[in-house]
């Protein structure tokens, strides 16, 4: 029953955005499967496509092309497949659901209709949804054509995330070649050699700093704009203190620590002497609406940083706005896990990312061997940390939405 309530949700929003053009279909995505069965009309086989993934708060379209103008065409949307003759063709979907659209267009000329809908949250994932339309046409063998049956699959943003970071893995070499950002590191000449083989490579990773006057490799920083770092209060780097980071060609930059604020929690953030170069990039955060994409974390794997500067993999498993906390633990997964260590005294305020789209997404930096203040639970006193600091920037929010309908 709740699976037909949320059809029907998505439905009505399909119906509602009915639109008749002459547009050319659009393009399927890999969740779309067509299943054949058309019916041929006047101009052929009508074709029925769809676009967009079918995902909580995304927006799906329905194109068909190539049907009678100046008819009337008859959608049928169903949980299941039933494959029944019916008009000279095959009735594909089981008719959970139908409702009528003119087809529009010139006579004569083949007429196109593009319907588009919001998806409501809530579909369980792995849910498919069948289409199909039928279009009154004197030129089928029963006064009807059909389109092409239609199918797609529900995902969830938590099957992107972890199949974006797993698919780096899965193709890594081993942990100990792969797991070091750096294949040399000296302190004592900041010179730093970026590991090509790392799992994480491909991944921009230039805003971390691999070294700080005040403890060398330990007291880790994050920037957060190009003259803004994070790290933990409670072991934070103090003011004048010089800090380093390193482009993608392994060119040291170095800035001089100025002002630090205590927003709250164990957040820190402190501000350069100046900007870092483009060379340099800075980590977006998790936007403030990321729950309407994300509701499941259960074991969301994550890359972290220790004070080696190594690319580890943690399971993220909570994002508590309330008491503005992440949680997260060691990967049961026998890949992940062979690229995970425990966290030890020194890796407090190295950061946590989930991989969004290649980014690097902010969510926490280390305060225990389990939990983090989350950031974009912050969001607000660290922006106002920020503006008091001076430097002209605010946190940067990852457009998901921008991101999952393109």
Do not use: C
């Given at each position: 029953m709740q699976q037909l309530k949320i059809l029907r949700t998505l439905v009505w929003t399909l119906i509602c955005a009915v639109a008749v053009t002459q547009a050319v279909a659009a393009g399927?995505?890999?969740?779309?499967?067509?299943?054949?069965?058309?019916?041929?009309?006047t101009?052929?086989?009508?074709?029925?496509?769809?676009?967009?993934?079918?995902?909580?708060?995304?927006?799906?379209t329905l194109s068909l092309a190539d049907a009678r103008a100046e008819a009337t065409s008859f959608w049928a949307i169903g949980l299941a497949a039933i494959d029944l003759p019916f008009k000279g063709g095959v009735f594909v979907p089981a008719p959970d659901l139908l409702f009528v659209a003119p087809t529009g267009g010139s006579a004569g000329l083949p007429a196109s209709i593009d319907i588009q809908g919001g998806v409501p949250s809530g579909i369980p994932d792995g849910t498919q949804i069948y289409f199909q339309c039928w279009i009154a046409d004197t030129a089928g063998p029963a006064g009807f054509a059909a389109s092409n049956g239609l199918v797609v699959t529900a995902t969830q943003l938590y099957d992107e995330l972890s199949e974006e970071l797993d698919a780096l893995l899965a193709v890594a070499d081993p942990p100990a070649t792969s797991m070091p950002i750096y294949t040399s590191q000296d302190f004592g000449t900041q010179t730093y050699v970026r590991n090509p083989d790392c799992w994480a490579a491909d991944i921009d990773l230039t805003g971390l700093s691999p070294w700080n006057a005040l403890e060398a490799n330990r007291r880790a920083g994050t920037l957060v704009s190009p003259r803004h770092i994070v790290f933990a209060a409670h072991y934070q780097i103090t003011p004048g203190s010089q800090i380093v980071f390193v482009t993608a060609d392994n060119t040291t930059v170095t800035r001089t620590l100025g002002g630090v604020l205590l927003p709250g929690g164990d957040t820190a953030i402190g501000i350069l002497d100046s900007?870092?170069?483009?060379?340099?990039?800075?980590?977006?955060?998790?936007?403030?609406?990321?729950?309407?994409?994300?509701?499941?974390?259960?074991?969301?794997?994550?890359?972290?940083?220790?004070?080696?500067?190594?690319?580890?993999?943690?399971?993220?498993?909570?994002?508590?706005?309330?008491?503005?906390?992440?949680?997260?633990?060691?990967?049961?997964?026998?890949?992940?896990?062979?690229?995970a260590e425990t966290l030890i005294g020194g890796d407090s305020g190295n950061p946590a990312f989930l991989i969004m789209d290649g980014e690097a997404v902010l969510i926490l930096t280390h305060h225990t061997a389990g939990s983090g203040p989350f950031y974009t639970a912050w969001f607000d006193e660290m922006n106002a940390a920020m503006t008091s600091l001076g430097g002209g920037y605010q946190l940067t929010e990852f457009d998901i939405g921008a991101w999952v309908q393109p």
């Open positions: 399927g995505g890999e969740n779309w499967t067509d299943l054949g069965n058309g019916l041929a009309g101009h052929g086989a009508p074709v029925l496509s769809g676009d967009g993934p079918l995902m909580a708060n995304t927006t799906v900007d870092v170069p483009p060379e340099i990039g800075f980590h977006k955060i998790m936007p403030r609406n990321w729950a309407d994409y994300l509701w499941e974390l259960s074991r969301l794997p994550m890359l972290h940083l220790d004070q080696e500067e190594k690319a580890l993999v943690r399971d993220l498993t909570s994002l508590n706005e309330s008491i503005k906390i992440s949680t997260h633990t060691t990967p049961i997964d026998p890949l992940r896990a062979s690229f």
